[in-house]
């Protein structure tokens, strides 16, 4: 058994070691994030500001609750592809639920009725996750095809609920996406990070400190040894997906908050969004590979690169989407070339 060190200046050698043992796969997102940062610094007037670190903070909050559980699904190896639409039927839910319970003739905005009115959104993505997740173990068919089936269901539930127009949502949400603890007169620390914080901090808890979270890690590494060691696999995969739809409910009804109302035009890009800051932070789209810290990384790397792009004042409107996918594109490819080294 490996003996603890007996002087304090033996911890400094080990954390020394630990350091030096990064992979350059373990190092290339943060290389990629200070690059980043170096370039807008010189491209920008004004990057290196507290009105920009509020704008990342608030860009990078529901993709990082949205990522959060797909690092579950991806560490298990597998994929969730209806995250995006299941974030619109959250949110149309809870619209739909405010017009009639709460904003109808005779009803008040009560906090026992806008409770009702976002539990119930949440719930609903619960069981699509369930459904997702029993159906993909039980046809044994891969989960992108019964995901994909599922952000279809989601997408035509939303339309034909809300039948295609906008609808208001609580208050709260509003409060929650927009605003903030005060930092100065003029700034403040944006609410909706705070709460993306908290579910990093819960994720990364029960992965790394429980049993669930080894689990996870041994069914995406290898299944079948995971199997012959007595973890329920197939109760694992289930798990991830239902925590990937509430995580992702949960994104969308902080998403419509943030923007004051639900449309269905809503979340369109989220899923490719959020798989790219899993992956940019350099967790394995193959399983068994990854964690929160790697995802927080991707998630402020993506939201550096956006709120940057549209700082550059010589960069075209129309060409900021164009560097935006070259730039995740070569991060994406730096790492995954780093990984096959491995």
């Given at each position: 058994m490996e003996s603890l060190p007996t002087e304090p200046g033996e911890a400094q050698p080990r954390a020394a070691a630990r350091w030096w043992r990064w992979s350059p796969r373990d190092i290339a997102p943060l290389a990629s994030l200070a690059v980043l940062m170096v370039f807008f610094l010189l491209a920008t007037d004004n990057f290196l500001s507290q009105a920009t670190l509020v704008q990342v903070l608030r860009q990078g909050a529901v993709l990082g609750i949205v990522a959060v559980g797909l690092t579950y699904v991806l560490l298990c190896g597998e994929i969730d592809l209806s995250v995006g639409m299941v974030a619109l039927w959250a949110a149309s839910f809870c619209g739909w639920l405010f017009a009639r319970w709460i904003t109808g003739p005779g009803h008040a905005e009560t906090a026992s009725g806008v409770a009702r009115v976002l539990l119930l959104p949440l719930v609903s993505c619960l069981a699509f996750g369930l459904a997702t997740g029993l159906l993909t173990v039980w046809a044994r068919l891969p989960s992108f095809i019964i995901s994909l089936a599922m952000m279809n269901v989601a997408a035509g539930m939303s339309r034909w609920l809300?039948?295609?127009?906008?609808?208001?949502?609580?208050?709260?949400?509003?409060?929650?996406?927009?605003?903030?603890?005060?930092?100065?007169?003029?700034?403040?620390?944006?609410?909706?990070?705070?709460?993306?914080?908290?579910?990093?901090?819960?994720?990364?808890?029960?992965?790394?400190?429980?049993?669930?979270?080894?689990?996870?890690?041994?069914?995406?590494?290898?299944?079948?040894?995971?199997?012959?060691?007595?973890?329920?696999?197939?109760?694992?995969?289930?798990?991830?997906?239902?925590?990937?739809?509430?995580?992702?409910?949960?994104?969308?009804?902080?998403?419509?908050?943030?923007?004051?109302?639900?449309?269905?035009?809503?979340?369109?890009?989220?899923?490719?969004?959020?798989?790219?800051?899993?992956?940019?932070?350099?967790?394995?789209l193959f399983g068994g590979e990854g964690s929160m810290l790697k995802t927080a990384i991707g998630v402020i790397t993506f939201s550096v690169l956006e709120v940057g792009l549209n700082q550059v004042q010589w960069i075209e409107d129309l060409a900021r989407p164009m560097l935006l996918g070259t730039v995740l594109l070569v991060a994406l490819v730096v790492n995954g070339l780093l990984a096959k080294r491995e």
């Open positions: 809300t039948e295609s127009e906008t609808f208001r949502v609580p208050t709260v949400l509003g409060q929650l996406g927009n605003e903030g603890i005060p930092l100065s007169d003029v700034r403040e620390l944006p609410y909706s990070a705070l709460l993306a914080v908290g579910v990093f901090v819960v994720g990364h808890v029960v992965l790394q400190h429980t049993r669930f979270g080894r689990y996870v890690y041994m069914t995406g590494g290898n299944r079948e040894a995971a199997r012959l060691a007595g973890v329920q696999t197939s109760t694992i995969v289930v798990a991830c997906l239902a925590i990937s739809s509430v995580t992702a409910g949960l994104g969308g009804l902080l998403n419509a908050g943030r923007l004051g109302s639900v449309s269905q035009d809503q979340n369109a890009d989220l899923l490719l969004d959020a798989v790219a800051c899993v992956v940019l932070g350099g967790t394995s």
